[in-house]
């Protein structure tokens, strides 16, 4: 689960106005139940629903778009990509990208990524993705920000068969969920498997994580699975502890 800020969020009247309406309109999108695929209603009709100018309702439309949860079609309109999803049937829970988190609270994301590149998997990672010894492995590590504050140091794994196109984007700007989803056949994040434990961080981590105090990190480690129900994605996540808050849901 992202992390949650008990304070230095803005408001929502600090915010652009396209960024409130983006906000409101996904809000309203999965409030609905809204499946990868599903149709938007005429930007014509949006705009006058939200009671913002064309303009306005398109800037909003680009910004859910350049996360990953919209897409336009020439002559067609727009179109979910990125919709919650009900859970399927392998233990975990439904997945919330760090995007998607950061647009619901307003919040501004920036990533810088520190290392990203294609090379084989150790037997360790095979066994967990499911994919042969030595078979290609997209690996990254990144610092993740929310409003200009370093919130989480990211290493994630990805089968490189499942999307090629992985090894040659650049992600300081793009999304991985939102490249994964846009792959032949596309790669749709179900449910993940995730654990999670505090401890000290170690010095590499002090410095990326900018702590220069007694604060502690809390270490997650998720697997995510793709909408068949096979590996798509192992991530190990290191959070300032002061910038992190775990929920879950306890069910029979």
Not at 9 to 14: E, F, I
Not at 24 to 39: E, F, H, M, V, Y
Not at 128 to 145: H, K, N, S, V, W
Not at 178 to 193: C, W
Request: proline letters at 7%.
């Amino acid at each position: 689960m992202p992390p949650s800020f008990p304070q230095g969020l803005l408001s929502d009247d600090a915010l652009p106005r396209y960024v409130q309406v983006a906000s409101q309109l996904w809000s309203d999108i999965t409030a609905r139940g809204a499946k990868p695929g599903d149709r938007l209603p005429s930007e014509r009709s949006l705009a006058m629903r939200y009671a913002v100018s064309r303009d306005t309702l398109r800037a909003a439309l680009n910004e859910l778009a350049s996360r990953g949860l919209l897409e336009s079609a020439a002559a067609r309109g727009w179109f979910v990509t990125g919709a919650e999803q009900a859970p399927t049937p392998t233990g975990g829970h439904t997945v919330e990208g760090f995007a998607d988190y950061a647009l619901k609270h307003g919040l501004a994301t920036r990533s810088r990524v520190l290392e990203s590149g294609a090379r084989p998997a150790t037997v360790k990672e095979a066994e967990t993705l499911r994919i042969g010894p030595g078979a290609a492995l997209f690996e990254m590590r990144r610092l993740r920000f929310l409003d200009g504050l370093v919130v989480v140091l990211e290493h994630n794994r990805v089968p490189l068969a499942l999307c090629p196109a992985l090894a040659g984007t650049d992600f300081t700007a793009a999304s991985l969920y939102a490249t994964l989803r846009g792959a032949d056949p596309a790669q749709f994040p179900r449910v993940a498997d995730y654990s999670v434990e505090a401890r000290q961080p170690r010095a590499h981590e002090r410095d990326l994580l900018e702590i220069d105090d007694g604060t502690p990190v809390l270490v997650a480690e998720q697997l995510t699975f793709n909408q068949d129900g096979r590996p798509l994605e192992l991530t190990i996540q290191v959070y300032r502890g002061d910038r992190y808050r775990f929920r879950a849901s306890i069910t029979d």
